[in-house]
């Protein structure tokens, strides 16, 4: 049974940090496109980062480049996502998604990934 499971979200002051970690079990995550994605009110699920098979490269949507840092543990089947500087407009709910990686490379569409978290809420105040 596949399952993701994210954790370490919660409440902090706008300049803070958060550590988010995705489990994942039932499948092996370092031959997936592994992703966090987020859902700010109002708006679609947008992906924030994004990492290729095996720990490879990475992708950043702009708002968050040079602030957030995903990362993988193979060894532990794990994702992380380390989130520093916070800003008011990174409230939401975080996922982590696994998609199979189409023609070599990984998307940002969320169509493209098949497993998902349940989410962890991200609440950053003033």
């Known amino acids: 049974q596949v399952q993701l499971e994210e954790s370490g979200g919660g409440s902090v002051q706008a300049g803070g940090s958060l550590r988010l970690s995705c489990a994942a079990s039932?499948?092996?995550?370092?031959?997936?496109?592994m992703g966090w994605f987020r859902q700010v009110p109002g708006k679609e699920r947008e992906g924030v980062a994004v990492i290729y098979p095996g720990g490879g490269p990475t992708a950043y949507v702009d708002s968050v480049k040079g602030r957030f840092t995903i990362s993988q543990d193979n060894g532990k089947n794990t994702l992380s996502l380390q989130m520093n500087s916070l800003k008011l407009e990174d409230t939401g709910p975080y996922y982590c998604?696994?998609?199979?990686?189409?023609?070599?490379?990984?998307?940002?569409?969320?169509?493209?990934?098949?497993?998902w978290g349940q989410g962890t809420q991200v609440t950053v105040s003033s």
């Open positions: 998604a696994a998609g199979r990686p189409r023609g070599g490379q990984c998307f940002w569409a969320v169509q493209t990934y098949t497993y």
């Open positions: 039932g499948f092996t995550s370092r031959t997936y496109c």
